[in-house]
DNA sequence: TATTAACACGAAACCGTTTTCGTAAGGCCG
DNA sequence: CGGCCTTACGAAAACGGTTTCGTGTTAATA
C-alpha cells in the first residue's frame, strides 16, 4: 500500500525544510530554480498531492456546498441538483448532499452536521413539514453565522436570504389559460393535501385566471390528494361526482395517474378531458398521450442557485454586508403534448 | 454576525487552557466537577460545537464518502443513491456525490479531487466510457492508497474490491422465460449500443433462456439502440421489416418507447406483443399499459454498499489487510403488470 | 574594507482539535 | 518535617498545510 505522501516527506527527503516544499512547488520567486526543479521532480515522482483537509483548515474555505433536498428519487429536484453539480464542479467545488425526507428534524440534524465547518454554504428547498411548522430557526441560526444560503423552489419570506424560483402562481395562471383559450369551462384542480408553498401558489394563478376570464371558482372542483397516495379512491369518486373538462395538476405523477383513470372511465383524452401538469418528467414525455405540461427547467434554477451561492462564498466580507439578497426568477415553458388538443 | 466559537475562545474567556476546555468537554475523569460544569455550561450557552475539519485532519477519518454516478437524473441510481444515504447517516457520515456524466475523464478528475483527503472511501458505478476502455488505473490507483472501495451495478472484474450487483444475467433469464412460457415464440431484444457489462449480461441471459427452451437465437430480433436516442427511426423500421410477438427491453425506456410505438402501429399490447424491462421506476408504474419489468431494488443496493464500505472504512488496519473481498448479488423481483398477459 | 542589498532558505505561528506527558499543589503517612 | 500519592490542570506535539518574518551567505557598492 503506498501511503500518501506529505510535504514533510518530502522535505525528509531532499534535506530541505517544509516551507521551502511548500514554497517550491508553488513556484514561489523566493526559492532557487535549482532547489524548485529538484522537489517538483521529487513531487512529480511520488505523485504528491496536498491534502484537502489540512488546506480546508488553514484557509477556513471547504470548497464543498451543502445541498438539502426533501427527496431525491424525484425528477424535479434531480434535475436542480444537476445543475448545481456541474456548475459548482466547474468552479473546483464538491456536492454533499442530504436528503431530508420531507421531515423537519432530519432538516434540522443535517443543516447542523455540516454547518460545523463541513461546507461553505447552503443550498436547500424546504422540507414539507418545515413549511408546515413555519419554525425556520434552523435558517436563521445558519445565516446568522455568517453561511451563506440559497432557497430554491420552496422557499419563505420569513428567511433573508437569495432564493431561486419559478414564478409558480403565474404559470398555472398560463397552463390555465391555455385551458380556457381552448374552450374548456369547467376546470379542475389537483392539488396536494399537505401544505406546500409552491401548490398554494399554483392555486392561487389558477383562481386568478379563472376570475380574469369570467369563470366561476368552483370549490368542488378542487381535489386535495396526499402526497404520495396508493389507491385511486378519492379520485375515482371525483371522477364519478363531478362534471369537469379539463384538469390542472401541480405535479406529472397526479396528472398521469388522472388520466389513466379518465381513460379507464371512458373519458377520451384530451377530447372529452384535457390535462396539464406541472414538471417536465420521463412520465410527461413517455405517458400516452403524452402531458402538456409546464417545464419548471430545474438544470436552469439549479444553475442559478449554485452561481448565486458561490459568488457569495467567494465574496469579501465587506461586500457581503451589504445584504443584497436577490431573487431570480427562473422562466418557465408550457410544453404541449397530446393531452390538451391544440386550439 | 455570530461567529463559530472554538475551544480557544472558551479557554481565553474562562481563563483555563485549551486542553482542560477540550478535555471538560469530553467529561474527562481527569477535570474537576467544577471545571466541567463551569465550561459545559458556557459551551452550552454559546452553541459551541466542535470543527469538523479540525477532527477530520486530527482523525484522518473525514466521515464522508464519495459516490460517483454516472447520471443523476435516472431512476435507478437515484434510489441507489437513497439507500447509500440513509445508511450513511444513520451512521453518522455524509455523501458526497459526483457525477461522471458517462465521461472517463471527469470520472478520473472526481475521484482525484477526492482521493485527497476529501472523503474516507468510494461507492461507484463506471461510466459507460469507462468500461469501453477498459482503463481502471484510477480504481488502482485508489484502492493501492488503501481506500477502501465499493462498485455497484456497473462494476469490473479488472479490480479487486467490494461489489454489488444483481444477477443481471438471471435476470434477464427470468424474464424472458417468463415470456416464453406464456407462449411467445419470436423474442425480440431490445439493447444499448454502447457497450455496457449490464446490458450484456442481460442479452447473455435472454440467449441463454432461448436456447435453454430450445428456441432459437435470431441475431435480426436484437435491436441495438443509442443509450439516449431521438427520433425512432431505428425502432420503427424494426418494427416494420421483423416478425416478433414479445420484447424484452434493458431499460424502462426503451420499453415504454417501445410500446407506445407498437400501439401507433395499431399492435395491441400485451395481446399480440408482450413487453417486460428492466428497473422498476415510475414509468414502468404510471404508463398505460403498465410495464412488467425486473425490479433492481436500487435501494438495497445502495445500503449494501454502504454497509460493505462502511465496515471497511471503520475496520483496523490488521482486519482489512486480510483482503476478504465480498461480492453481494442483490435478488431481484420480476413485477407483473399489464404489458405482459397473465397466464 | 566596511556596508548593504539581494538571494535562498528556515523557524515558527497559525488553522482547531486531541492526547500524552509533565508538574504544581495539597493531603496523608511515617 | 520529608517523602509520596492524588488531584487538577497546562504545555506541547501532532494532524498537513500556508505564510510571515528573520537570517546567513554572497556579491555588489561606496
Redesign the pocket.
Known amino acids: 500500500m503506498k501511503r ?1 505522501i ?3 516527506h518530502i522535505a525528509r527527503e531532499l ?6 516544499v ?2 517550491a ?2 513556484n514561489s520567486e ?3 530554480q ?2 524548485k526543479d529538484k522537489v517538483q521532480a521529487f513531487a512529480r515522482l511520488y505523485n ?1 498531492k ?2 484537502n ?3 480546508s ?2 484557509n ?1 474555505r471547504t470548497k464543498n456546498i451543502g445541498v438539502i433536498v426533501p427527496d431525491i428519487v424525484h425528477h424535479f429536484f434531480t434535475t436542480v441538483f444537476r445543475g448545481i453539480e456541474k456548475y459548482a464542479n466547474a468552479k473546483g467545488y464538491n456536492v454533499i448532499v442530504c436528503v431530508s425526507d420531507e421531515s423537519f428534524d432530519k432538516e434540522v440534524i443535517n443543516m447542523e452536521m455540516l454547518a460545523n465547518g463541513s461546507i461553505d454554504g447552503f443550498i436547500m428547498a424546504l422540507s414539507a413539514e418545515t413549511q408546515r411548522r413555519n419554525d425556520f430557526n434552523h435558517l436563521r441560526e445558519v445565516t446568522e453565522q455568517g453561511i451563506p444560503l440559497v432557497l430554491f423552489d420552496r422557499v419563505t419570506d420569513e428567511i433573508r436570504c437569495d432564493k431561486v424560483i419559478i414564478d409558480d402562481s403565474r404559470a398555472a395562471m398560463e397552463a390555465t389559460e391555455r385551458l380556457i383559450r381552448s374552450g374548456r369551462k369547467r376546470i379542475a384542480l389537483f392539488t396536494t393535501e399537505t401544505y406546500l408553498n409552491v401548490s398554494a401558489k399554483r392555486e392561487a394563478g389558477y383562481r386568478q385566471a379563472l376570475e380574469a376570464h369570467g369563470l366561476p371558482v368552483l370549490e368542488e372542483l378542487i381535489l386535495r390528494l396526499p402526497y404520495q397516495f396508493e389507491e385511486e379512491s378519492s379520485s375515482l369518486r371525483f371522477f364519478r361526482e363531478q362534471d369537469f373538462d379539463a384538469v390542472l395538476c401541480v405535479n406529472e405523477i397526479f396528472a398521469v395517474r388522472a388520466i389513466r383513470l379518465a381513460q379507464q372511465l371512458g373519458r377520451r383524452v384530451p377530447q372529452d378531458v384535457s390535462f396539464v401538469g406541472f414538471t417536465d418528467g420521463l412520465l410527461s414525455r413517455y405517458s400516452s398521450p403524452s402531458l402538456t405540461t409546464v417545464d419548471q427547467q430545474g438544470e436552469l434554477m439549479g444553475q442559478a442557485a449554485a452561481e448565486l451561492l458561490i459568488s457569495k462564498v467567494e465574496m469579501e466580507y465587506d461586500e457581503n454586508d451589504a445584504r443584497n439578497y436577490q431573487t431570480r426568477i427562473i422562466p418557465t415553458a408550457l410544453i404541449e403534448r397530446e393531452s390538451t388538443v391544440l386550439s
Do not use: G, M, R
Open positions: 500518501k506529505t510535504l514533510k534535506d530541505v525544510s517544509i516551507s521551502t511548500s514554497k512547488l508553488k523566493e526559492i532557487s535549482d532547489t504528491y496536498p491534502n483537509i489540512a488546506i483548515l488553514k477556513k
